[in-house]
């Protein structure tokens, strides 16, 4: 299910993204990366930012993940605007 712009994201979008991108012995590990993201200002859009970005390679979702420990608006930013803020 696309989200414009990340809005609506619900945690059973996330927990599908996930099913859907990562195998069964990547699963778990890939949770375990999303949940560090858990606490963050407006986490499921952060979560199904880092899903959108690393496509489905589980050393992306972890550096996407750092990045957003870093300042969450750049994975939101990179996932949701960044093409349509080209000139």
């Known amino acids: ?3 414009p712009e ?3 994201v619900k945690a059973d979008d996330v927990k599908s993204r996930l099913r859907a991108d990562f195998s069964d012995h990547e699963l ?3 949770e375990a ?3 560090r ?5 407006e986490s499921l859009r952060v979560q199904f930012a880092i899903l959108e970005l ?3 390679d589980l ?3 972890r550096h996407y993940a750092e990045q957003a420990a ?3 608006r750049d994975v939101l930013y990179w996932a949701f605007y960044l093409d349509t803020d080209r000139p």
């Open 6 to 8: 990340g809005f609506g």
């Open 1 to 3: 299910m696309a989200h």
């Open 59 to 61: 050393a992306m979702l």
């Open 33 to 35: 990366v999303l949940a």
């Open 70 to 72: 870093a300042d969450y």
């Open 54 to 56: 690393a496509k489905g």
């Open 37 to 41: 993201c858990g606490s963050m200002r």
């Open 28 to 30: 778990e590990a890939a």
